[in-house]
């Protein structure tokens, strides 16, 4: 499967220089990734941390490599030393556990938290209580390693836009009560991106749109 340059090439017009645009490539080839890095694209995302890991040294050094997966503690210290942004924080332990690894590599790493704004229990992340209770927490201000740069979030898998845009506005809404020197509002995938964008979102993560559909794994 290649990637689909003019789709790209049109998705970038379309975010303009306000939307970040990572590129989900979970699953695909490095030649994939090396594609769309040739047409300019430099924010890659990854779910797996064994497949980052197995990745991002045969690739250029210049790519930003964002980890959107589900994060395990006992996994953070595989790609403390380079990984760019963490979008999936959705524990103190976790964010905890970044923040030593951080510490080991002598950096300072940029973190999105997870929010739960879907309605199936699948999906991870934190509620408003859990999100205010740690980021009131001491020892939450005690971390030196870790900044915390916004939200992440991924809405229901539907097709009922007014479920979503709902989703997106309490994330919206979260973002701005919670966190005044934010600058992230990761929310929007292939499917929902326009929507999400309307909503405030100002990072998108796309994947099968740019790199074609994904076999399923597992
Ligand atoms: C896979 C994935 C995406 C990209 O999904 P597409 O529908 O292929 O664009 C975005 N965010 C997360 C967290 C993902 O796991």
Redesign the pocket.
């Known amino acids: 499967m290649a990637v689909n340059a003019e789709k790209y090439q049109e998705l970038i017009r379309e975010l303009g220089t306000k939307v970040t645009l990572v590129a ?1 490539s ?1 699953t695909k080839p490095a030649s994939d990734i090396e594609a769309l890095y040739a047409l300019g694209q430099r924010d890659f ?1 990854e ?1 797996y941390v064994q497949e980052l890991t197995e990745k991002a040294p045969a690739l250029p050094k210049d790519i930003r490599w964002h980890f ?2 589900h994060l395990q503690s006992n996994k953070v210290k595989y790609i403390a030393p380079f990984v760019h942004l963490i ?2 924080v959705d524990s103190f332990k976790l964010l905890k556990e970044i923040d030593k690894q951080a510490a080991k590599c002598g950096r300072v790493i940029d973190c999105l938290l997870q929010v739960h704004i879907a309605t199936e229990e699948t999906k991870f992340g934190l509620d408003e209580e859990e999100l205010a209770s740690l980021l009131a927490s001491s020892g939450f201000a005690a971390m030196r390693h870790i900044r915390v740069r916004g939200l ?1 979030g ?1 809405a229901s898998f539907s097709e009922d836009q007014a479920l979503l845009k709902k989703e997106f506005t309490v994330m919206h809404t979260l973002f701005q009560r919670y966190g005044k020197d934010w600058s992230v509002l990761s929310m929007g ?3 929902d991106y326009r929507l999400a964008i309307a909503e405030g979102s100002n990072m998108v ?5 740019l ?1 074609g559909a ?1 076999t399923p794994v597992g």
């Open positions: 989900v979970k995302g779910n959107i997966g979008q999936g992440m991924m995938m292939s499917s993560r796309v994947g099968s749109l790199f994904r």
